[in-house]
């Protein structure tokens, strides 16, 4: 099974609007990383939250961590057609030395202009 | 920095053909990723190495999978023989694992095509 699972599966929007995503993880982690993939396109990493921190922020972006749930949100504020895309959550086990991350299934971003 | 870069872009080949993905990884990284996509499995995490060692190919589905890291600036995924279920995209990713950070930087990826 995942460690990480998104939610919803697909989201679409108009532009201007927020966009809301959510992660759960199974394990304790090390840290919650978000990465965007556009169509035809590598991951990009987009913002990592440590399991020490509450909340971050990036430009138009925010995530949340909330440990005793196991859940990250990411946050997208006054979405552009731009950030139409898949997002991942990612997870890097706690208590490991290596950088081996769990990557979710993703949710598909659709922002309609 | 050129980023990770992979090649061929794009492989078309047929049933029973070895496949060889190339893969240049960030100059100074010293974790190194190998992933699958598709539509039905999603992402999944093939092999890596941290240091040109590997760590973890508990992803690799079978034996006609294989990969090496020669050198800190180079990394090969052949597939040989190749069948049908193995058409996907590659992706090759990079990262310097540094106060638990380990951000992953990928590259465009190899559509593979198995006919």
């Known amino acids: 099974s995942q460690q990480g699972e998104e939610d919803p599966q697909a989201l679409s929007i108009q532009e201007g609007e927020n966009a809301t995503m959510n992660c759960s993880y199974k394990?304790?982690?090390?840290?919650l990383q978000w990465y965007r993939q556009n169509s035809g396109r590598g991951l990009v990493h987009l913002i990592l939250?440590?399991?020490?921190?509450r909340e971050k922020h990036s430009g138009r972006l925010r995530v949340t961590l909330d440990t005793s749930k196991k859940s990250s949100s990411l946050l997208i504020t006054a979405s552009r057609a731009a950030d139409t895309a898949s997002y991942f959550c990612?997870?890097?086990?706690?208590?490991?030395?290596?950088?081996?991350?769990?990557f979710g299934q993703g949710t598909i971003l659709t922002v309609h202009p | 920095d050129a980023g990770v870069i992979q090649s061929p872009r794009h492989e078309v080949t047929e049933m029973g053909q070895e496949v060889t993905l190339r893969c240049k990884p960030i100059?100074?990284?010293?974790?190194l990723f190998w992933y699958r996509q598709t539509m039905m499995r999603g992402l999944e995490l093939l092999i890596y190495?941290?240091?040109?060692?590997?760590?973890?190919d508990s992803g690799m589905p079978e034996d006609r999978f294989s990969a090496k890291m020669p050198n800190a600036s180079f990394s090969t995924l052949k597939i040989q023989p190749s069948e049908p279920r193995d058409s996907a995209v590659y992706f090759c990713?990079?990262?310097?694992?540094?106060?638990?950070?380990?951000?992953?930087?990928f590259g465009a990826g190899t559509r593979l095509s198995v006919l």
């Open positions: 990713a990079s990262s310097l694992e540094v106060l638990a950070k380990n951000i992953q930087y």
């Open positions: 394990t304790s982690i090390n840290n």
């Open positions: 939250i440590r399991s020490n921190e």
């Open positions: 990612a997870t890097l086990i706690g208590g490991t030395s290596y950088g081996k991350l769990t």
């Open positions: 100059s100074g990284h010293n974790s």
């Open positions: 190495f941290n240091n040109n060692v590997p760590i973890d």
